[in-house]
C-alpha cells in the first residue's frame, strides 16, 4: 500500500483527507512542516499532501527544502489551498509542485489526481531505472575498455569504485562538505567516477604498457589523459544532453590529478577550487597505485601507503578528506580487492 503524508495546520482538512484517502491509501497526517521533515528522517511517502498557508514554515518553503534535500527531491508534493490565485499556482509549480487541489476539496476529484499522480510517477520511476541500468552498461563497457588496455592497473576501477563509497559515506557520517554532498546520489557517483581515467584511451598502448618507468617526454603524453577524459565526456554532452551523471563524470576525469598547493594537472587548481570530486578522488587514486604492484615499483603495505598520505596531506591532498580516510583505515584495508 502506497504511503501518503497530508500536511496542513487544520485539524479539520487532516480529518477530512484521512476519511476520503485511508481505505486506498496509508495515510500518515501531521500538523506542520516542521513534523513532516522530522518524520521523512524515518519514512519516505510515495506522494506528499501540503498546505500552503501555515504558520513558521509554509508550504513554498517547505517544498524549496524538499527540492535541495537529494533523497527528498523526487518525492511528488501537491499542494492543497484554499487560493485561486495563478500566480500562487504558477510559482508552486515552477518550484516543482506536480498539482494543486482547492480546499474544501471534493473526494473523487482528490482521489483522481492523487490516482493518476502515482500512476505517472510510477511509469517515470521504471523509465529512470531502465536509463540507469543502460547508464551502467554503458560505463562498464568504457571502463572495461580502459582497463583492459591497461595492462598494468588491473582491478583499478572496481577498487577505486569500493574506496570512494567508503569515503563518501564517511563524509556524509561526519558533516565533511554537508552543503554539496549530502545531495549527492552514492551510487550515481560511484558511477561516474569509473569514468575517471576514459582519457587513457587516446593514449597510445606504448605509453600506456611500458614495462618500467616513463621518460619525461613520456609522463607528459600520460598527463593528457585527464584533459581528453574531459574532452570525450564533453563530447557525449553535447550530443545527448548534460545530466547529473555526465555533470560528475566529466569532474572526475579532468580534476583527479589536481593538488591541494596547486601542482597537479591539467590546470594547476588548488584548495577548494578544485571541485570536491576531483579531491576525493585524487586520494583513492594515489592510494589504489600505491599498494597496487607495477612493472618499475611494488606494492606498498597498506599501512605504508597511509603513511605516504598523511605525508601529503595539505599538499597533494585535501587535509580533511585525508582525516577522514585514515579514520576508515579499516574498513579500507577489508574492502581490499584482489589484483
Do not use: C
Not at 591541494?260 to 589504489?288: F, H
Amino acid at each position: 500500500m502506497k504511503t501518503i503524508f497530508v500536511v496542513d495546520d487544520s485539524d479539520t482538512n487532516l480529518s477530512m483527507a484521512e476519511a476520503v484517502l485511508e481505505d486506498q491509501y496509508r495515510v500518515m497526517t501531521m500538523p506542520s512542516a516542521a513534523k513532516m521533515f522530522s518524520l521523512l528522517e524515518k519514512i519516505v511517502p510515495d506522494l506528499i499532501l501540503l498546505d500552503i498557508e501555515m504558520p513558521e514554515m509554509d508550504g513554498f518553503q517547505a517544498l524549496n527544502q524538499l527540492k535541495e534535500k537529494g533523497r527528498w527531491s523526487e518525492i511528488p508534493v501537491m499542494f492543497l489551498t484554499g487560493r485561486t490565485d495563478a500566480d500562487v499556482e504558477a510559482r508552486g509549480l515552477e518550484m516543482g509542485a506536480i498539482d494543486f487541489v482547492t480546499k474544501p476539496f471534493s473526494a473523487p476529484v482528490l482521489l483522481n489526481r492523487i490516482r493518476n499522480h502515482l500512476y505517472i510517477d510510477e511509469i517515470v520511476r521504471e523509465r529512470t531505472a531502465q536509463l540507469h541500468r543502460l547508464q551502467n552498461s554503458i560505463v562498464s563497457v568504457l571502463a572495461d575498455m580502459v582497463e583492459n588496455r591497461d595492462k598494468g592497473t588491473g582491478g583499478h576501477i572496481e577498487r577505486t569504485s569500493i574506496y570512494i563509497k567508503i569515503l563518501i559515506n564517511e563524509m556524509k557520517e561526519r558533516g565533511v562538505y554537508s552543503d554539496e554532498i549530502q545531495s549527492w546520489d552514492v551510487e550515481k557517483m560511484i558511477s561516474s567516477a569509473r569514468m575517471h581515467d576514459l582519457g587513457k584511451i587516446s593514449i597510445t598502448d606504448a605509453i600506456v604498457n611500458k614495462p618500467g618507468k616513463l621518460t619525461d617526454s613520456e609522463y607528459e603524453t600520460m598527463k593528457k589523459h585527464a584533459e581528453e577524459g574531459e574532452r570525450i565526456i564533453n563530447e557525449i554532452i553535447l550530443r545527448t544532453g548534460e545530466g547529473e551523471f555526465l555533470r560528475n563524470a566529466k569532474l572526475f576525469a579532468g580534476t583527479h590529478h589536481e593538488r591541494w598547493d596547486g601542482k597537479g594537472y591539467p590546470r594547476g587548481l588548488k584548495g577548494n577550487n578544485i571541485p570536491l570530486q576531483g579531491r576525493i578522488m585524487a586520494i583513492v587514486d594515489v592510494y589504489d597505485a600505491l599498494i597496487s604492484e607495477r612493472p618499475y615499483k611494488r606494492a606498498f603495505s597498506n599501512e605504508e601507503a597511509l603513511d605516504i598520505i598523511i605525508q601529503n596531506s595539505g599538499t597533494h591532498f585535501d587535509p580533511k578528506i585525508v582525516e577522514i580516510f585514515i579514520d576508515a583505515k579499516e574498513h579500507i584495508k577489508s574492502a581490499k580487492v584482489e589484483i
